[in-house]
T-cell receptor, first 113, second 113 residues
Framework: DAGITQSPRHKVTETGTPVTLRCHQT?????MYWYRQDPGHGLRLIHY???????DKGEVSDGYSVSRSKTEDFLLTLESATSSQTSVYFC????????????FGEGSRLTVL | AQSVTQPDIHITVSEGASLELRCNYS??????LFWYVQSPGQGLQLLLK??????LVQGIKGFEAEFKRSQSSFNLRKPSVHWSDAAEYFC???????????FGAGTTVTVRA
């Protein structure tokens, strides 16, 4: 199994509070991704990174920011959480997009009350 | 932008019966195509992928998929399902030299005894 750790795995928070989710990898893979999973929508890309300090937006990036200061860590921040951000968040990594394979973490379930 | 449609939200199949999950994509050039499986409470695992060449690809756990360019489809099949195949299945599309995959909404498979 790919070495991907997401933390926290479960979090309940209140509307308006900041939240940071962490993804840590031990594979030294270049590419890292944050997806959210919602019923009826599958997985939607929030942000991704193609190297240290190199990030870009995905299809549902509003309300989210990311940072990658080290190869192994990719942080997802909700500056002011809203109920619409209640979701399961998955981190994924990839060594080379020409192979196409993503390795996923186990997910972080976030509930915003 | 590429997109993926999985027409079936939920499929119920008897153990030992065959299974086919449908996937249609929208993309102008030759896509990279993937099927992932997600067991309850877990992240996603790659079943198989198509980049080029033989349009019938074999994957893990006895699954196969066929790329049909004329129908813009990449359907997943298994000749005889096992109770352990109960899961959610996602089709995804990517392209060469891109960093991102787009996922379908998923098909939930229930296996009855």
């Amino acid at each position: 199994d790919a070495g991907i750790t997401q933390s926290p795995r479960h979090k309940v928070t209140e509307t308006g509070t900041p939240v940071t989710l962490r993804c840590h990898q031990t594979e030294n893979h270049r590419y890292m991704y944050w997806y959210r999973q919602d019923p009826g929508h599958g997985l939607r890309l929030i942000h991704y990174s193609y190297g240290v300090k190199d990030t870009d937006k995905g299809e549902v990036s509003d309300g989210y920011s990311v940072s990658r200061s080290k190869t192994e860590d990719f942080l997802l921040t909700l500056e002011s959480a809203t109920s619409s951000q209640t979701s399961v968040y998955f981190c994924a990594i990839s060594a080379d997009m020409n192979t196409g394979e993503l390795f996923f973490g186990e997910g972080s379930r976030l509930t915003v009350l | 932008a590429q997109s993926v449609t999985q027409p079936d939200i939920h499929i119920t199949v008897s153990e030992g019966a065959s299974l086919e999950l449908r996937c249609n994509y929208s993309y102008g050039a030759t896509p990279y195509l993937f099927w992932y499986v997600q067991s309850p409470g877990q992240g996603l695992q790659l079943l198989l992928k198509y980049f080029s060449g033989d349009t019938l690809v074999q994957g893990i756990k006895g699954f196969e998929a066929e790329f049909k360019r004329s129908q813009s489809s990449f359907n997943l099949r298994k000749p005889s399902v096992h109770w352990s195949d109960a899961a959610e299945y996602f089709c995804a599309v990517g392209r060469s030299n891109d960093y991102k995959l787009s996922f379908g909404a998923g098909t939930t498979v229930t296996v009855r005894a």
